[in-house]
């Protein structure tokens, strides 16, 4: 498919998934926000792409809802009235249930909105020069969704922190590492994408079933208590006895080769 406002990309068993508005530090405009779902659910269904990146073209990562937009258009936030009443979001891989590990590359800004997919990526890794606010109280918006996402893998305090000082602080990546936001900090900035590459190369080693089966138990714990949790993640375990990777695995090891995985099920029989 063909889109405006992003650019999809594979480069060998990886999939790229580029913000493209850098005029407007990649804000998301209507537009843009629908083609996020069709972006994902194609890189998804692409069985060549074992894992997926999200980064941005020019100085912003994704600085959320485009302001000028909703400020200008006779619209504005009312065009989201419905998708937030009826829990109906499409924007994000956890929102299109994407079972493929997915890794956001934060170069530059990233504010907003744009910690949607921080808080809803597998492994955030960032530029050494990015920077991370949320300004929605600085005009006039409630922070929300993505801060509750955030709060599950940081320190409560440092979110509210965010939340509450708004546009007039930001967080470096050598803080945002310390509070468990980004697992990584790339130096010097542009090697960001040679990084990302690698690190989605050697993830995409892997069994795609297993990690498939095993993100959908790491995510599900995150809705449930411990022992729900662990039930829950005993079927997925469960799931992969009697899968041909779960062979081809310790044959490869003991022959000393790389392993020939099984491709991933269709989209439809895993979500």
């Keep these: 498919m063909s889109y405006e406002h992003l650019i999809v990309e594979r480069h060998g068993p990886v999939g790229w998934l580029i913000n493209n508005r850098p005029d407007q530090l990649n804000a998301m405009n209507a537009k843009m926000r629908d083609e996020f779902a069709d972006a994902w659910i194609e890189l998804d269904s692409d069985p060549d792409v074992r894992v997926i990146v999200h980064t941005g073209e020019g100085r912003a990562f994704q600085t959320g809802v485009d302001v000028a937009e909703i400020a200008s258009d006779g619209v504005g936030m009312q065009r989201y009235r419905d998708s937030a009443e009826n829990w109906d979001f499409h924007f994000t891989s956890w929102h299109q249930h994407v079972w493929k590990p997915v890794i956001t590359a934060v170069n530059g800004i990233c504010c907003g909105g744009g910690f949607h997919w921080v808080a809803d990526a597998d492994i955030v890794i960032a530029a050494s020069d990015a920077q991370f606010f949320d300004p929605h109280v600085s005009i006039g918006q409630v922070v929300s969704i993505e801060a509750i996402g955030l709060i599950r893998k940081m320190p ?19 803080r945002a590492h310390e509070l468990g936001m980004i697992s990584e900090i790339v130096d010097p900035p542009e090697q960001l994408r040679e990084r990302a590459q690698e690190l989605a190369e050697t993830i995409a080693k892997n069994s795609p079933a297993a990690m498939a089966a095993t993100k959908k138990a790491l995510w599900g714990a995150l809705e449930h208590g411990l022992t729900d ?32 995985w099984q491709p991933l099920a269709p989209r439809d029989s895993r979500i």
Excluded: I, T
């Excluded at 409560?156 to 050598?174: D, K």
């Excluded at 779960?246 to 003991?254: D, K, N, R």
């Design 156 to 174: 409560a305090e440092a979110v509210m922190r965010m939340a509450f000082v708004g546009r007039h602080e930001r967080m470096g990546a050598a």
């Design 229 to 260: 949790a662990c039930r829950e993640g005993a079927k997925h375990l469960v799931s992969m006895w009697g899968h041909p990777d779960q062979e081809e695995g310790p044959q490869a090891f003991a022959e000393k080769r790389e392993a020939n």
